[in-house]
């Protein structure tokens, strides 16, 4: 979309205010309030508390039934299922803006990914041995090809997003964080993807598996919810509608189908529908319609 992920953004929102909602910034919950196995509300980090008939929670599957519910609320996704659940991997995100040289087009487009020599060994390293490789893979996101307004004049705004493991372990990223933005960096540059691109630089922040555990409160700072694997996937993944309390709805990467973009936009779209379902309000079938007419 032409103005970038923020245009999506303010884009769900106004449709949101449209529709008669309400964003709360800045209000962590603390707590999902029930009532015979039914979510009734929220308390806040603040303490203040907030009824509901229903509540959706697009928080990680490990937080939103370890840390948002009560022990004696949980039977399907008791403490036995959450800590046998494999996580994926977590991500170090380098953003950066630099100057443009012109050329930028001839090596690279809106989206690329770039590979190390060495494939299923950095998987090893990620997942299994839960190192931090040598060598990396990137996703390089450069967006201002597509769309110039997203940078100043002259400009161009990136970001590259790295697979690294998540905090199981134990990484110390507030020493490790900054070498190692300047070398992610310095090899998108003596690679020949951006040449020049240490001297160009103007702006430079990253994130760490550290901002994904603190920040969005993500179990171990995993970017992805439940790992892939056969037994978390399609069905198997965490359901949209909770199995342990009524009223409770799921949403997000961690839920079905998945992660990645599209695939919570989908999420979106399945808990609507289960929601709509639970309350009597989804459309009749077209063939009934056609029927009755």
Do not use: C
């Not at 980090?45 to 959706?56: F, N």
């Amino acid at each position: 979309a032409m103005g970038g992920t923020g245009a999506l953004v303010r884009g769900l929102v106004r449709k949101l205010e449209e529709l008669g909602g309400e964003i709360r910034y800045g209000a962590p919950v603390r707590r999902i309030l029930t009532k015979g196995r039914r979510a009734v509300g929220v308390v806040l980090q603040d303490g203040e508390k907030l009824e509901a008939d229903l509540v959706v929670s697009n928080a990680d599957y490990v937080h939103t039934y370890g840390e948002l519910l009560a022990p004696e609320d949980r039977t399907w996704n008791g403490d036995w299922r959450l800590k046998r659940t494999r996580l994926s991997m977590s991500l170090f995100v380098a953003y950066f803006g630099f100057r443009a040289r012109g050329d930028e087009g001839e090596r690279l487009r809106h989206h690329n990914v770039l590979f190390s020599h060495r494939y299923e060994g950095l998987l090893r390293d990620i997942f299994w041995r839960k190192v931090l490789p040598e060598d990396f893979a990137h996703y390089l996101h450069l967006p201002t090809l597509t769309d110039p307004s997203l940078a100043p004049p002259g400009h161009h705004a990136a970001y590259t997003l790295i697979p690294v493991p998540h905090n199981g372990s134990g990484l110390d990223w507030g020493r490790l964080g900054p070498e190692y933005l300047e070398k992610a960096l310095r090899y998108l540059d003596e690679a020949g993807y951006l040449p020049g691109l240490m001297d160009r630089l103007v702006y430079t922040h990253f994130i760490t598996p550290d901002y994904f555990q603190w920040t969005l409160n993500s179990h171990l700072g995993n970017a992805f919810g439940p790992e892939p694997v056969l037994w978390q996937t399609a069905s198997f993944r965490p359901h949209n509608r909770s199995e342990d309390v009524k009223g409770l709805y799921l949403v997000g990467q961690s839920y079905q189908p998945g992660a990645g973009l599209p695939s919570v936009m989908m999420s979106g779209k399945m808990t609507a529908r289960l929601i709509a379902h639970d309350l009597g309000l989804e459309r009749a079938p077209k063939e009934l319609l056609e029927a009755r007419a």
